[in-house]
C-alpha cells in the first residue's frame, strides 16, 4: 500500500511538472528565440515571426546601418522590435536614440511619451471596442484622445496597437480592417504571411533561394 501511495504521489508531481513546462512554453511562443537582423528585408515566407518583423520594418523604415547597431541588443526582438520601429518612426527620431533610452530600464509607455509621440498615432478608430485586455486604455483614449495619461496605458497596449498600425501600413489595409481581421480571430502572424505572398507572388522558401534558412539563430 506504502508502494502504491508513493507511485502516486511521484506521478502526480511528473504531471504538474509537465503542465508547468506546457503552460511556460505555450505563453512564450518566442521567448528566447533570437532572430538575424536580415529577417527585416529577407524574411523566411512561410515563418510568421519573420514576415511580421519585416511587416514592420516595410511599415516603419529605419536605415539599415542604424538598425543592425541595435538589433542584437534586443531580447525579445519578435514584441520589442516593431515598438522600437514604430516610436523611433513617429517621433522623428533616430532609433539608436531612442533605444539607448529604452536600455536605462524605461517601459515601453515612458519610452513613448518621452519622444512625445501621441496616443492619436498609436490607437485606431473602431466600431466595435475591444475587449479584455485591451478595451480599458482604448476606451480612455476615446475619452480622452492626445491627454490620455501614462497611467492608463501598458505595454502590451501599445504592442498590441503597434502590430495593428504596421500591418494596416505594410498591407495598404485601412488599421479598423486590421483590427477586425484580429477581433474575429486572425493572428498578426498570418495576416502578414498572407499580405507578403500576395506582394510576392505567392512563392514559397524551396523556390525563392537560399538566404531565409538562416532567419534565426
Not at 537582423?37 to 523566411?44: A, G, I, Q, R, T
Not at 541595435?70 to 516610436?87: C, M, Q, S
Not at 501614462?150 to 496597437?161: E, S, T
Request: glycine share 12%; net charge positive.
Amino acid at each position: 500500500m506504502r508502494v502504491l501511495t508513493s507511485l502516486a504521489r511521484f506521478l502526480g508531481i511528473v504531471a504538474v511538472a509537465f503542465v508547468s513546462v506546457v503552460v511556460i512554453q505555450a505563453g512564450s511562443a518566442h521567448a528566447g528565440v533570437r532572430f538575424n537582423v536580415d529577417v527585416l528585408w529577407n524574411p523566411d515566407p512561410d515563418d510568421g515571426a519573420q514576415v511580421l518583423l519585416h511587416a514592420t520594418n516595410e511599415a516603419f523604415p529605419m536605415p539599415r546601418e542604424r538598425v543592425t547597431t541595435v538589433f542584437h541588443e534586443i531580447g525579445d526582438p519578435y514584441d520589442d522590435y516593431p515598438v522600437l520601429a514604430f516610436i523611433a518612426y513617429n517621433a522623428h527620431v533616430d532609433i539608436g536614440t531612442v533605444w539607448a533610452y529604452k536600455r536605462k530600464g524605461k517601459d515601453w509607455v515612458n519610452v513613448m511619451f518621452h519622444f512625445g509621440v501621441p496616443p492619436s498615432a498609436l490607437f485606431v478608430s473602431v466600431p466595435q471596442p475591444p475587449g479584455p485586455p485591451y478595451g480599458r486604455a482604448y476606451g480612455h483614449w476615446r475619452k480622452h484622445g492626445n491627454r490620455l495619461q501614462p497611467d492608463q496605458l501598458n505595454g502590451d497596449d501599445i504592442r498590441y496597437w503597434v502590430r495593428v498600425r504596421a500591418l494596416a501600413g505594410y498591407g495598404g489595409m485601412a488599421p479598423a480592417r486590421v483590427y477586425e481581421m484580429q477581433r474575429t480571430g486572425q493572428r498578426c502572424d498570418a495576416i502578414a504571411v498572407s499580405q507578403y505572398k500576395q506582394k510576392h507572388g505567392g512563392g514559397n522558401s524551396k523556390s525563392k533561394g537560399k538566404g531565409w534558412g538562416h532567419g534565426r539563430q
